[in-house]
């Protein structure tokens, strides 16, 4: 599975982005996806993630009631929608692609075997 996302940019305060990552190869819809990120100076963290049916969603706490993620099957995509944004969610974003993620494995970086190259969102107070 190859991995290409993007949808970042510059947005102030307040301001909504949507995040797209598109995926090759024919077994997508068999992947859970991830989204993590990367601050500057900062380790990478969990942000969201949906199981291959797209019917359970998980998020950190830092990003509920304001991010969601979604996911098109028939057009190897997951999204990230991302309202009322902060200065703190400035990062690079990254989407990942996984199999066979049980519950405690959800936000572990190191359980996910795909990446994206990551796409830069600035958030300016």
């Known amino acids: 599975v190859q991995l290409q996302a993007s949808g970042g940019g510059l947005v102030q305060a307040g301001g909504s982005l949507r995040l797209s990552c598109a995926a090759s190869?024919?077994?997508?819809?068999?992947?859970?996806m991830g989204w993590f990120r990367q601050a500057p100076g900062k380790e990478r963290e969990f942000v969201a993630a949906?199981?291959?049916?797209?019917?359970?969603?998980y998020y950190a706490d830092s990003v509920k009631g304001r991010f969601t993620i979604s996911r098109d099957n028939a057009k190897n995509t997951v999204y990230l929608q991302m309202n009322s944004l902060k200065p703190e969610d400035t990062a690079v974003y990254y989407c990942?692609?996984?199999?066979?993620?049980?519950?405690?494995?959800?936000?572990?970086?190191?359980?996910?075997?795909?990446w994206g190259q990551g796409t830069l969102v600035t958030v300016s107070s």
């Open positions: 990942a692609a996984a199999q066979g993620l049980i519950l405690s494995d959800i936000a572990r970086e190191s359980r996910y075997r795909y």
């Open positions: 190869g024919r077994t997508f819809s068999s992947y859970s």
């Open positions: 949906i199981r291959w049916s797209g019917g359970s969603t």
